[in-house]
């Protein structure tokens, strides 16, 4: 099992910039590939970016590439999501997840989500 603990969210302006972090505990954090996602209301689930066990493979959907940057502190346990030039339909409730495996496959375990609200 891996426990995670998203926090960073908040109410920020269009144009803004948001640091979102993961406190994992659990299975060994470094082994785990990591994964961001998100969720505004009625919408489905979408996944953002991922990065490999030690970082070497990232990925970004093309909604977020360039804005938002994956990264990860394994001696810390925390995965983080560095957003930049917020829009307002970047609202939406904000989950990390962890990968069983050391490459990014599938999401396995969930955080509870932190919401993130751009106003324009």
């Known amino acids: 099992q891996v426990q995670l603990v998203e926090s960073g969210g908040g109410l920020v302006q269009a144009g803004g910039s948001l640091r979102l972090s993961c406190a994992a505990s659990g299975r060994t954090f470094s082994r785990n590939a990591m994964g961001w996602f998100r969720q505004a209301p009625g919408k489905e689930r979408e996944l953002l970016a991922t990065?490999?066990?030690?970082?070497?493979?990232?990925a970004y959907a093309d909604s977020v590439k360039g804005r938002f940057t994956i990264s990860r502190a394994n001696a810390k346990n925390t995965l983080y999501l560095q957003m930049n030039s917020l829009k307002p339909e970047d609202t939406a409730v904000y989950y990390c997840?962890?990968?069983?495996?050391?490459?990014?496959?599938?999401?396995?375990?969930w955080g509870q989500g932190t919401q993130v609200t751009v106003s324009s």
């Open positions: 997840a962890a990968s069983r495996t050391t490459g990014w496959v599938a999401p396995h375990f």
């Open positions: 990065i490999s066990w030690n970082g070497d493979n990232l």
